[in-house]
């Protein structure tokens, strides 16, 4: 009963915190040129509570927590019931949506997918901001034999630094690019790292891929399609020292990148612990990179006693922080990234070329929700920014009901001259419906569909 209630809590604090960036940023702009905005509401149906400001504008609280809405004052509005101009003072009849130029009409709209976008980058910025940056690299640890192309090209232990000139420095880096390459015919670029003696040599490997990533199962796992699997590493980056420990005594710094320990090489941070917890009490020499100069300080390893087993360490944490510009950097980045990459997903199941059993309806949300919520604070923001960047995508698309479909019909009014007929745009905003209330039937049947 406990979980049940998390899971339904997370998924209207999720739903809700959604739907009030987005419906404020058509708020903002529409303020902001001054239209008169009648209602803001959160939620759909039957208005439970409401209360009015000082220009006239009711916020308001509705009964269904799916949704909302901000609802400007139009002509189309007084055409269809002209009695409810006597609500509105002459000031606010003047400031009509269509009185306004197309620009900031444009604006408007746009309002709406821009706030969800700010708030995406908001959230990303400040996990980026006050989480250290692992530095994880991936690392093929297994090749499938009988992937002849994989396993001509590429060997154990290669570490990919990119792939078709990305950077990769994520998990989940590698496996969006892959994906991005769904029905692709064609060579596939990675720029790996290869151990050649004591030193690592960065060269480029092709692989040619047919019909690539073809199936849903397949997409599910995009680096086993490949025929790799893969390990993630640390750099050993010092991201945070002991207190009186051996590494903060023989002066090491943060951001010190380690690369030997008493002439042994140290490629990972898991190196790096391997060799220090075999020599306790030692002195040790370390080797490592500061500010691009390359130091040695020696050093006593510490001792800790675990189940009667005596283990070295030197006290420190690997990581490095970022600044608050480097923080909102890749927190745009980020977003910039995944919204192309929904937009590329979106293009490939309409071809095809992706199951469109990846849809998610309310049902699937709700589950991500609640399990994110269980999880931490961090998980649960995370999916929020995910989620806020679909919103933002969705309703780019020029489908006539969402914000994407009322840009493609002002643009048409631009270059027409004059808005499409009554008749035409009726029909128009009907289709589009019927669009999105199939799109919302398919997503809830996926969601039921994994259940059985």
Same mark, same amino acid.
């Given at each position: ?134 530095? *994880?690299?991936?690392?093929? !640890?297994? $090749?499938?034999? =009988?992937?002849?192309? &994989? @396993? ?119 190196? *790096?612990?391997?060799?220090? !917890?075999? $020599?306790?009490? =030692?002195?040790?020499? &370390? @080797? ?126 631009? $270059? ?37």
């Amino acid at each position: 009963m406990i979980e049940t209630f998390i899971y339904i809590g997370a998924f209207l604090v999720l739903l809700g915190v959604l739907v009030t960036i987005h419906e404020y940023g058509h708020f903002m702009f529409a303020r902001l040129f001054n239209v008169h905005v009648q209602r803001f509401s959160l939620g759909m149906g039957p208005v439970i509570y409401k209360k009015n400001d000082k220009h006239g504008t009711e916020f308001a609280l509705s009964a269904v927590p799916l949704g909302g809405y901000v609802s400007m004052i139009s002509e189309k509005m007084f055409l269809a019931e002209p009695e409810t101009k006597s609500e509105f003072t002459e000031d606010q009849l003047k400031n009509t949506f269509e009185s306004k130029p197309k620009w900031q009409r444009a604006l408007i709209m746009l309002g709406g997918p821009l706030a969800n976008f700010v708030l995406a980058i908001f959230i990303f910025s400040l996990i980026f901001f006050f989480t250290p940056d692992p530095n *994880l690299t991936p690392v093929i !640890s297994k $090749i499938d034999p =009988e992937n002849s192309i &994989v @396993s001509s090209e590429l060997k154990e232990l290669d570490e990919i630094t990119a792939f078709n000139g990305k950077s990769v420095s994520s998990p989940q880096d590698l496996s969006l690019e892959l994906l991005s390459f769904a029905g692709y015919t064609g060579d596939l670029e990675f720029t790996i790292k290869r151990m050649e003696g004591s030193s690592p040599i960065e060269m480029t490997k092709i692989l040619y891929v047919q019909d690539f990533l073809k199936t849903s199962e397949s997409q599910n796992n995009p680096i086993g399609a490949l025929g790799l699997e893969l390990n993630y590493f640390g750099k050993p980056v010092i991201g945070g020292l002991a207190n009186n420990g051996p590494a903060i005594e023989a002066g090491l710094m943060k951001g010190d990148l380690i690369y030997a320990i008493n002439n042994k090489s140290v490629r990972f941070a898991q190196d *790096l612990v391997a060799i220090v !917890s075999e $020599i306790p009490n =030692e002195t040790a020499s &370390v @080797s490592f990179i500061r500010d691009g100069q390359s130091l040695t300080k020696n050093l006593i390893i510490g001792e800790s006693i675990s189940n009667d087993q005596s283990r070295g360490f030197i006290g420190i944490q690997f990581g490095s922080q970022r600044t608050l510009v480097q923080a909102i950097s890749k927190g745009s980045y980020e977003t910039y990234n995944l919204s192309i990459k929904t937009l590329q997903f979106i293009g490939k199941m309409i071809t095809g070329n992706m199951g469109a059993e990846n849809l998610s309806g309310p049902i699937g949300i709700a589950q991500m929700a609640g399990n994110t919520a269980q999880a931490g604070l961090l998980p649960f923001i995370y999916l929020m920014a995910l989620l806020s960047i679909s919103l933002g995508v969705l309703n780019l698309l020029p489908i006539p009901v969402l914000d994407g479909g009322q840009l493609t019909l002002l643009g048409i009014e631009a $270059i027409r001259g004059k808005p499409l007929s009554d008749k035409v745009e009726n029909f128009v905003y009907s289709a589009g419906a019927a669009m999105v209330i199939f799109l919302m039937i398919f997503a809830v049947f996926n969601d039921v569909s994994r259940f059985l």
